[in-house]
Each structure stands twice: as structure tokens, then as C-alpha cells.
């Protein structure tokens, strides 16, 4: 079964600063979709990036961006020019296509002015 | 609300009674999803439907059932055999197409409390 961690429960960063998301994920897939949700306190989820398996660029929404390492199954957000209104909850979560979304447990981000 | 709808937004219901979420998309898509979400964890799945008249089990399924009698509805029913059913629930429809197969999109949820 497909599992996804996010080691970093917490963290925080100064408004217009970078803050770097960590997400790992274990599947003996070869093709598959990896994405980054937001849940703000509304707890409404929000996609803010996709990323296919097959695709070896990094896929880019403006200030979100990600770093996709295939082979160590890793799978980061890039969050640039941080903005008072990026506080909020982010969930990395895994797909093979069509299926279920497996969620990590979230990384709670907190952006200070 | 992202093109499902999804009440209500609040619902408390006594101890041993059974509930029923609404969940509603007009965009005409084929798989829909119910998620369940407590709190310091991710999202869990609880049912999934990718067709009208058939759904699968998630899981978390035990105590919970749903029926998906109309494309555009997938209602779930928290019943009295579920143990701890103070949650929030999410549900999510996929639009099935060659490009966009896989993601989801989310309902605005219901915080159900056992009073």
C-alpha cells in the first residue's frame, strides 16, 4: 500500500520569505500523481500544485513550486514570497490515476509579519 | 465551492442515531468521494463511487453507508454502529477526463458533532 509522510507537523516563516515543505512517499508504482492541498482555518481544501510521475520538470503555480526526486520518492513545496494569507494547512497526497487520494498527516504553516 | 455543494455545514446528532451528509456536484462528473478528517491527521477515505449504482469501500468504512442512485448525488449515512463519528467529512469529485483524470476537488465539508 502506497503511504505518504510529511516529517515537519509545524512550521512558520516571515512574510516575503521562502519556506521549503517536506513530503516523502512510498509506492512501487511507476506511474503515478502527487499533489499539494491547502486547507485554510475556512477548512475548505484548495489544490495548489500537480505533479505526473512521468514528467521530469517540476511543475510551477506562480509562488508555489516543487521539487520532484523520482527515484527518493521525494516530493517538496516551494512556497516563494510568503503571504499572510499562505497560513494554513498543507497536505502532500498520492495517486496512481483515478483512484483515491492517499494524504499525508500535514505540515500546519504559519506566516508572520 | 468548487462545483459541489455539500450540507449541512454544521450537524449534531445524539448518541445511537443514524445521519445522513448531503453531497452534491452539477458538473456532470463520475467519481465522488467521501473523506473523513480528525483532527493532526490527513484525510481518510471512507467510500468512493466511479459510477452510478456502485461504490467501494475505503478505509474506514465500517459504520458508515452510501447509495449513489443519481450521478449528480452521493449521500453518506453515519449510523449508530460508528464508533466515534465526531469528524469533519469531505466530500470530493474527480472529472474523469484523459487530461485531468486524477485530481480531486473538494466540498466546502460538514463538521458533524455526537452530542
Known amino acids: 500500500a502506497q503511504t505518504v509522510t510529511q516529517s515537519q507537523p509545524e512550521m512558520s516563516v516571515q512574510e516575503a520569505e521562502t519556506v521549503t515543505l517536506s513530503c516523502t512517499y512510498d509506492?512501487?508504482?511507476?506511474?503515478?500523481?502527487l499533489f499539494w492541498y491547502k486547507q485554510p482555518p475556512s477548512r475548505q481544501m484548495i489544490l495548489v500544485i500537480r505533479?505526473?510521475?512521468?514528467?521530469?520538470q517540476n511543475a510551477t503555480e506562480n509562488r508555489f513550486s516543487v521539487n520532484f526526486q523520482k527515484a527518493a520518492k521525494s516530493f517538496s513545496l516551494k512556497i516563494s514570497d510568503s503571504q499572510l494569507g499562505d497560513t494554513a494547512m498543507y497536505f502532500c497526497?498520492?495517486?496512481?490515476?483515478?483512484?483515491?487520494?492517499?494524504f499525508g498527516k500535514g505540515t500546519r504553516l504559519s506566516v508572520i509579519a | 465551492d468548487g462545483g459541489i455543494t455539500q450540507s449541512p455545514k454544521y450537524l449534531f446528532r445524539k448518541e445511537g442515531q443514524n445521519v445522513t451528509l448531503s453531497c452534491e456536484q452539477n458538473?456532470?462528473?463520475?467519481?465522488m468521494y467521501w473523506y473523513r478528517q480528525d483532527p493532526g491527521q490527513g484525510l481518510r477515505l471512507i467510500y468512493y463511487?466511479?459510477?452510478?449504482?456502485?461504490?467501494q469501500k475505503g478505509d474506514i468504512a465500517e459504520g458508515y453507508s452510501v447509495s449513489r442512485e443519481k450521478k449528480e448525488s452521493f449521500p453518506l449515512t453515519v449510523t449508530s454502529a460508528q464508533k466515534n463519528p465526531t469528524a469533519f467529512y469531505l466530500c470530493?469529485?474527480?472529472?474523469?477526463?484523459?487530461?485531468?483524470?486524477?485530481?480531486?476537488?473538494f466540498g466546502p465539508g460538514t463538521r458533524l458533532t455526537v452530542l
Open positions: 470530493a469529485w474527480s472529472p474523469g477526463t484523459s487530461v485531468d483524470t486524477d485530481t480531486q476537488y
Open positions: 509506492t512501487s508504482e511507476n506511474n503515478y500523481y
Open positions: 505533479q505526473e510521475a512521468y514528467k521530469q
Open positions: 497526497a498520492f495517486s496512481q490515476g483515478n483512484t483515491p487520494l492517499v
Open positions: 458538473l456532470n462528473h463520475d467519481a
Open positions: 463511487s466511479q459510477i452510478v449504482n456502485d461504490f
